[in-house]
């Protein structure tokens, strides 16, 4: 801030801390200097005094500063893993000697990856979990593992470089825990005095399943409840049970609880009531059925049965349904024979075979259409030839000249005479049955003209020249 004249300029001195060593110096004009040392982060002394070109500023104080980092050479050394129950373990391993650190020690780090279970003996690809624990330290808790299963784990130290070698994997396992609760529990039928409940299992056994707690207690949508009921189930592959000696008319809640050698998990619950005397079983649809939905599944209790089936407000304030009908379910044998014949291979095939011949049948049906306009008018000649015809066929035409139309009125007038003669218009002998002159050689109607126009062209004008034929 006070340079007090011109030439500024900075000495810096250093040598290593306590060494009897001359200072080393250098001279800046910048606010930095790059010095390079022999040894990995070092402390030294180092001194900066400001100078020019009128002298030398005050004597500078001794700053310790320490050499560059770099990354630990050494690893740590593990000497246990304590389980502590089936989630959590704990670890513990030696500190690396400080000269090994390469700078300033920021922590440990430990690593582990699950590598089997030991409930399927299923094997998992490395994916490594990392947890870091800072400080000057020798032990530290994992937690979140997953029961039951075998782990790879290692130890390394970390500082403002990096973190140094692993240690040796160390291999340990985590014993059996409780199971998650089952994925979901329902009431799939209801008697006068029974239920039938439905479970799936738990997303994690965390062990060898060994059976179900089954628990019940009165409800009645009142304050008072009634005695908790338990009911152990040691068939773990039943996914159903029945209750009987229930109350008829009640109100029930039940909770189920997976279990295995460690214990029983947290429970999943239902309510229900069970039925009365001559009544019939109401089923509903807890969540709400969305409004842009326009189908919701609806689970039948009794195959081959009828059902009622409203669609109620959410509210449920009065009794009115906005939709009402009766559902009949189709029985296990007729749904066991549906199944049968439509994922039968020689069925699939069949029908494959069925639409290629129709699509076949299409095609060659629509190619004989575009063909079919177009028909032999000479085959028809040959087996039906007609004596005026002929001889008109053997005349020499003419060419085509203006004269050759003037015939044209009277050959109408001819053509009428002869339909009022055989006193019908639309006779088949004017349009080829009986006279094949009415057509040309291709079957056009153009040949109609052209057979008129020389007969009136004959008998009018009584000319032997006939006109020329129009041909398409």
């Known amino acids: 801030m006070e340079q007090n004249g011109p030439g500024l300029e900075y000495r810096v001195t250093w040598k290593p801390q306590g060494a009897p060593v001359e200072w080393e110096e250098e001279t800046v004009t910048n606010h930095t200097l790059r010095v390079m040392t022999s040894a990995v982060y070092a ?107 075998e782990f790879h784990l290692t130890v390394l130290a970390y500082n403002s470089k990096g973190a140094g070698p692993e240690s040796e994997p160390y291999i340990f396992q985590t014993p059996e825990g409780v199971p998650e609760k089952p994925t979901f529990l329902k009431v799939i039928k209801v008697d006068k005095g029974a239920a039938t409940l439905s479970w799936g299992l738990p997303k994690k056994l965390n062990g060898n399943l060994t059976g179900y707690l089954l628990q019940y207690q009165i409800i009645n949508d009142t304050y008072e409840i009634g005695e908790l009921n338990d009911i152990n189930i040691t068939t773990p592959s039943k996914p159903s049970w029945r209750l009987s000696n229930l109350n008829a008319t009640t109100k029930y809640k039940f909770y189920l609880r997976a279990c295995t050698s460690k214990g029983c998990g947290k429970p999943i619950s239902e309510e229900s009531s069970t039925l009365g005397e001559g009544s019939k079983r109401v089923g509903k649809i807890s969540e709400g059925v969305n409004l842009t939905q326009k189908i919701h599944p609806v689970e039948a209790f009794e195959p081959g049965a009828e059902h009622i089936v409203r669609l109620l407000t959410k509210n449920w304030v009065d009794n009115n349904s906005i939709f009402e009908d009766v559902i009949e379910t189709r029985g296990r044998d007729y749904a066991g024979l549906y199944d049968d014949i439509s994922t039968q291979g020689w069925f699939i095939g069949l029908m494959c075979a069925i639409a290629l011949l129709t699509l076949m049948l299409l095609t060659v049906c629509f190619v004989k259409r575009n063909k079919g306009g177009k028909y032999s008018v000479k085959e028809k000649e040959d087996l039906h030839p007609d004596p005026e015809v002929q001889s008109v066929k053997d005349e020499t035409f003419g060419e085509y000249s203006d004269s050759d139309e003037k015939p044209l009125k009277g050959s109408l007038r001819s053509l009428n005479r002869d339909m009022q003669a055989t006193e019908s218009a639309d006779s088949l002998v004017e349009y080829g049955e009986g006279d094949h002159g009415l057509f040309s050689e291709d079957g056009s109607f153009i040949g109609a003209y052209a057979g008129s126009k020389e007969k009136g062209s004959v008998e009018s004008n009584g000319s032997s020249t006939a006109p020329f034929p129009l041909r398409a």
Do not use: C
């Open 43 to 149: 402390p030294y002394d180092v001194q900066v005094q400001a100078i020019n070109h009128l002298g030398s500023g005050p004597e500078p104080q001794s700053v310790i500063l320490y050499s560059g980092e770099d990354y630990p050479d050494t690893a740590p050394v593990i000497h246990g893993v304590d389980v502590i129950n089936s989630t959590l373990v704990k670890v513990t391993w030696s500190a690396i000697p400080k000269e090994r650190v390469h700078g300033h020690l920021k922590g440990y780090q430990v690593n582990w990856w699950k590598t089997k279970s030991l409930l399927d003996g299923r094997t998992y690809p490395k994916e490594v979990n990392i947890l870091r624990f800072s400080g000057q330290r020798n032990y530290g808790m994992v937690p979140s593992l997953d029961a039951f299963s």
